[in-house]
């Protein structure tokens, strides 16, 4: 495991994306049934309604498999868009299967934006985030956009917000000692990955 402290944030994000790319095309995609069978039955999963999820980009744990099942059984899912102004932020939008994607400013597949389409960020049941990096205290490290951040800034005013339940999802490999956070940055719920769940205070 890596050792966090030793680095700065720069060098830990460069080091933890090269490790998540160089995995294979099968090991990805046994990742990522490993993740399907962590999640799929999991009642945080099964209860909720409304699921943020994403489109895997630079090596990260692919989700689509529970982005089609969550579909499949009728839940209402939403991805990430980024906005055009300000550009800082993002808004989460519903999205259908087969429904068209563009490239966004980062090269990252999403939905045209539809403003009519995005709920907020409160207002969902289940967040799963992509990370670059986590601890098992619910610590996370992301691209460095600040864009998740800036989404779940009203949890760090509302410690008892019950919604959005946040789970990052990660390959093991992405795991650290200790990330020293910063006072912006928001606490995962847990952190799920191929080999199991890092939980920090999941009521259930
Ligand atoms: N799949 C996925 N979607 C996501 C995120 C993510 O982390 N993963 N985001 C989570 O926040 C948002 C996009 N955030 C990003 C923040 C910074 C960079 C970035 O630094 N990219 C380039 C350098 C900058 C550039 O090309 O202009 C890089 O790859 O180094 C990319 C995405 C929204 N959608
Ligand atoms: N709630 C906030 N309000 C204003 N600025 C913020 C907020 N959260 C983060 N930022 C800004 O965003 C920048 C990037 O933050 P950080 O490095 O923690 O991003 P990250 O969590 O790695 O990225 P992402 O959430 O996009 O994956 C920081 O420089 C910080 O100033």
């Excluded at 939905?111 to 619910?138: E, N």
Aim: proline share 5%.
């Amino acid at each position: 495991m890596i050792q966090a402290e030793d680095l700065s944030r720069r060098d830990l994000r460069r080091l933890l994306r090269q490790k998540r790319r160089s995995l294979s095309c099968s090991q990805q995609h046994r990742a990522a049934q490993r993740l399907y069978r962590q999640l799929a039955q999991h009642p945080l999963f099964r209860r909720a309604r409304h699921i943020a999820l994403y489109l895997a980009n630079d090596g990260e744990i692919d989700p689509r498999i529970l982005l089609q099942a969550a579909q499949r059984r009728g839940k209402a899912t939403y991805l990430p868009v980024l906005k055009t102004w300000p550009g800082t932020r993002m808004a989460f939008q519903r999205v259908r299967p087969g429904e068209p994607m563009r490239r966004n400013r980062f090269c990252i597949a999403e939905p045209l934006s539809k403003a009519a389409r995005q709920r907020p960020v409160w207002a969902l049941d289940l967040l799963l985030l992509p990370l670059v990096g986590f601890d098992t205290q619910g610590g996370r490290l992301g691209m460095g956009g600040g864009f998740y951040d800036r989404s779940l800034a009203f949890r760090n005013h509302r410690h008892n917000a019950r919604r959005p339940i946040l789970l990052g999802l990660a390959h093991e490999c992405q795991k650290v000692d200790r990330l020293d956070l910063e006072k912006w940055d928001v606490t995962l719920d847990a952190t799920v990955t191929d080999a199991g769940w890092y939980p920090l205070r999941l009521a259930r």
